[in-house]
C-alpha cells in the first residue's frame, strides 16, 4: 500500500502560481500512475492531471492544459503539480491519488489511494 501527502495549497491572487507536491511512502513509488483531482463545495470531484509510470504520458483537464504541469521524481517518491495564471475557478481542494496501472487515466474510481488534499484559494 501506498500513503500520499498533498502539500503546497494556500491563499493567492488571481494570476500566480503555485506547486503542489505530493509526497508517497509504502510500496515503490515508480509503480504506481499519479493523478490530481480537486473539489470545490457543492460540486463533484474532478479530474485535473495524470501522470503514468513513465513520466512522459500526461494527460490533463481541458480547464487546465496549457498552464499546468504534472511531473513526477521516483527517486524521492513524489508527484508536483504546477500551476500557473490560476483563477477564482481553480479554488478547490486538492487531491493527490495513486493508481496501479500504468497509462494515465481521468476516472476517479481507477485510483485506489488518495491524500487528505490541500486547499488551493484563489482571490479575485
Known amino acids: 500500500q501506498v500513503s500520499l501527502v498533498e502539500s503546497g495549497g494556500g491563499l493567492v491572487q488571481a494570476g500566480a502560481s503555485l506547486r503542489l507536491s505530493c509526497s508517497a511512502s509504502g510500496r515503490p513509488f515508480s509503480s504506481y500512475t499519479m493523478g490530481w483531482f480537486r473539489q470545490s463545495p457543492g460540486k463533484e470531484r474532478e479530474f485535473v492531471a495524470s501522470?503514468?509510470?513513465?513520466?512522459?504520458?500526461?494527460i490533463y483537464a481541458d480547464s487546465v492544459k496549457g498552464r499546468s504541469t504534472i511531473s513526477r521524481d521516483n527517486a524521492k517518491s513524489m508527484v508536483y503539480l504546477q500551476m500557473n495564471s490560476l483563477t477564482p475557478e481553480d479554488t478547490a481542494v486538492y487531491y493527490c491519488?495513486?493508481?496501479?496501472?500504468?497509462?494515465?487515466?481521468?476516472?476517479?474510481?481507477?485510483?485506489?489511494?488518495w491524500g487528505q488534499g490541500t486547499q488551493v484559494t484563489v482571490s479575485s
Open positions: 501522470i503514468g509510470r513513465i513520466a512522459s504520458y500526461t
Open positions: 491519488a495513486a493508481g496501479d496501472f500504468q497509462m494515465p487515466s481521468r476516472g476517479p474510481d481507477r485510483y485506489l489511494r
